[in-house]
């Protein structure tokens, strides 16, 4: 079946060491997705990638990058943890609007604990 | 900007009872509308959109949803609550690649 995967599914990290998130799906979506999800709240869209063109939202700390190395992968790299980055990371793809709305399809997400 | 407003975080039903979710969008253009849930450690499973084709959508699980643009509404509904409905639900507006999520519901199903 065609679908996002997330690896891994749990992480834990130590406040200030270096995180990457990895992300990967087999529907050949050229729109994937990055959020951020703090417990019980909505997902937060922390960038996008439309095909090879990155899209940063204005309120995403520098704290979080990310690559997209080909249309199958993409990363979530955080570069110093704090305690407050602990959420669940999500992925999500779309194809581009214009083929068919706007419906992402979602990863089942990796969880981050920062010790 | 689009956005939509889910209100009353938490939403108890009986078991057998019908679940209602409500969800009002805000919109200048014809609204991609969308119902996700998520369980518990679980990434977020789409249950029905709305893409002007009909404004009775029928989504998985039973759920369906109505788009009224007069309310500008896009309530969420099943006839009767199964033990396996306890979950987040969130309402979605689509526009500029992205999504636009409401605060979401957390439902729990009594038995």
Same mark, same amino acid.
């Given at each position: 079946? /065609?679908?996002?995967?997330?690896?891994? #599914?749990?992480?834990?990290?130590?406040?200030?060491?270096?995180?990457?998130l990895s992300c990967s799906q087999t529907l050949n979506h050229n729109v994937m997705y990055w959020y951020q999800q703090k417990s019980s709240q909505a997902p937060?869209?922390?960038?996008?990638?439309?095909?090879?063109?990155?899209?940063?939202? /204005?309120?995403?700390?520098d704290n979080f990058q990310s690559r997209r190395p080909n249309t199958s992968f993409c990363f979530l790299?955080? #570069?110093?943890?704090?305690?407050?980055?602990?959420a669940m990371y999500?992925?999500?793809?779309? #194809?581009? /609007?214009?083929?068919?709305?706007?419906?992402?399809?979602?990863?089942?997400?990796?969880?981050l604990t920062v010790l | 900007a689009q956005s939509v407003t889910q209100l009353g975080s938490h939403v108890s039903v009986s078991e057998g009872a019908l679940v209602l979710l409500r969800c009002n969008y805000s919109s200048s253009v014809?609204? @991609?509308?969308?119902? @996700?849930?998520? @369980?518990p450690n679980q990434g977020l499973q789409l249950l029905l959109k709305y893409t002007s084709a009909a404004t009775l959508v029928k989504g998985i699980n039973g759920f369906e949803?109505?788009?009224?643009?007069?309310?500008?509404?896009?309530h969420?509904?099943?006839?009767?609550?199964?033990?396996?409905? %306890?979950?987040?639900?969130?309402? %979605?507006?689509?526009g500029n690649n992205r999504l636009a999520f409401g605060k979401g519901n957390q439902v729990v199903v009594i038995p």
């Open positions: 079946d /065609a679908m996002v995967i997330q690896n891994p #599914r749990y992480q834990v990290t130590q406040f200030g060491k270096p995180v990457t937060k869209l922390l960038f996008h990638y439309y095909d090879k063109d990155f899209n940063n939202e /204005a309120d995403t700390p790299d955080i #570069r110093s943890p704090g305690l407050g980055d602990a999500l992925c999500a793809t779309s #194809r581009d /609007a214009g083929l068919g709305g706007y419906e992402q399809f979602f990863g089942p997400g990796t969880r | 014809p609204p @991609y509308l969308f119902w @996700y849930v998520q @369980y949803a109505e788009f009224k643009k007069s309310e500008t509404s896009f969420l509904t099943k006839p009767s609550a199964h033990m396996s409905d %306890a979950a987040e639900y969130f309402c %979605a507006v689509g």
